[in-house]
């Protein structure tokens, strides 16, 4: 997929992080934690956010550790899909 004016596609993000909800069908939720310096204080944060992404087998539990890669959107909050299960939960 060359594009004409010389630019490459863009590689799409990828985010490492643990599945916090896996109720819905097809969806998971993950938080992704990452570490920060704090504007004021100067002292290192942890930062997390929860991203709704799509799990098309439903292979994901709570607590798994997956890698999710952007897409287009797939609903109203989907923008990110599962690429895969790295660790399981214990259990």
Not at 10 to 18: K, P, S
Not at 25 to 43: F, N
Not at 81 to 88: A, D, I, M, Y
Request: net charge positive; charged share 40%.
């Amino acid at each position: 997929m060359a594009e004409t004016n010389g630019e490459r596609p863009r590689t799409r993000q990828q985010r490492i992080g643990q599945v916090v909800s896996a109720k819905m069908k097809k969806t998971i939720v993950v938080r992704v934690t990452r570490r920060a310096r704090h504007p004021l204080y100067r002292r290192v944060v942890e930062v997390s956010k929860k991203f709704y992404a799509h799990d098309e087998r439903n292979q994901c539990r709570e607590g798994d550790r997956v890698v999710i890669e952007e897409t287009r959107p797939v609903s109203k909050l989907k923008r990110w899909r599962l690429v895969e299960v790295l660790g399981r939960a214990d259990s």
